[in-house]
Every structure is written in structure tokens, then in C-alpha cells.
């Protein structure tokens, strides 16, 4: 059985979701585990942190469905250049280097 996924940016044109489902992927992992841990430790109660932590889920995948998917460019557009493409995953890579950095800072 072959399953597609037809994923339609705002122009009707057809988008690749796997970013997309990785970038989700990737800010459930880090919300629903890093996140009750920093609101307990915060004194916040369990129930209050897993909901802040699926709240920042929730607002991470918006942000991701509207860059990755809405605001795409349509599969047949040809690719980007590479300057800018260099410059995105620097980017990323910086961003996600803070992130575990931050992460992994001890609690005071």
C-alpha cells in the first residue's frame, strides 16, 4: 500500500513535509523532556510544568507549520542558492549548539 502525503503551501503548490516533521519532532523531544524538569525545579507543580512544556510545544510547531509548510516555496522551484543555504544551516547549527548548551546548565 503506498501512502502520499500531499502537503499544499498557501499557494496550493505541493511541499516536501519532512522538515517540517522533523523540526516537530525534534521540539517535542526537547519540550516534554527538558520541560517538566525546569518547571519542577522552578516550583512549578507537576501538572502546571507538562503543560507549559506542551504549550511551548504547541507554539514551536505554529512557528515550524507556518516557515515549513505555509510560507514554503513549491516543490518545483528549483533550489535555493548555496550562499543562503550555508548561512541557514550555520544558523541552525548555532542555535541548536545554544540550546543544548542552555539545557544542560546547571539549575540555580
Known amino acids: 500500500m503506498d ?3 500531499r502537503v499544499r503551501n498557501r499557494h496550493g503548490d505541493r511541499v516536501d513535509p519532512v522538515p517540517f ?3 516537530v519532532g525534534l521540539a517535542f523531544a526537547f519540550a ?3 520541560g517538566p524538569l525546569y518547571g519542577l525545579a522552578y516550583g512549578l507543580a507537576l501538572p502546571a510544568s507538562v ?3 506542551t504549550l511551548a510545544f504547541a ?3 505554529a512557528v515550524a507549520y507556518h516557515r515549513l509548510v505555509r510560507c514554503a516555496p513549491p516543490l ?3 533550489p535555493l ?3 543562503p543555504r550555508l548561512a541557514r544551516l550555520l544558523y541552525a547549527g548555532a542555535a541548536f549548539g545554544v540550546l ?3 539545557l544542560t546548565v546547571p539549575l540555580l
Do not use: K, Q, T
Request: proline share 8%; glycine share 8%; hydrophobic share 65%.
Open 3 to 5: 501512502i502520499e502525503v
Open 21 to 23: 516533521l522533523v523540526v
Open 32 to 34: 516534554l523532556s527538558f
Open 51 to 53: 503543560a507549559v512544556s
Open 59 to 61: 507554539v514551536a510547531a
Open 76 to 78: 518545483d522551484a528549483g
Open 81 to 83: 542558492p548555496p550562499g
Open 100 to 102: 543544548l548548551v542552555a
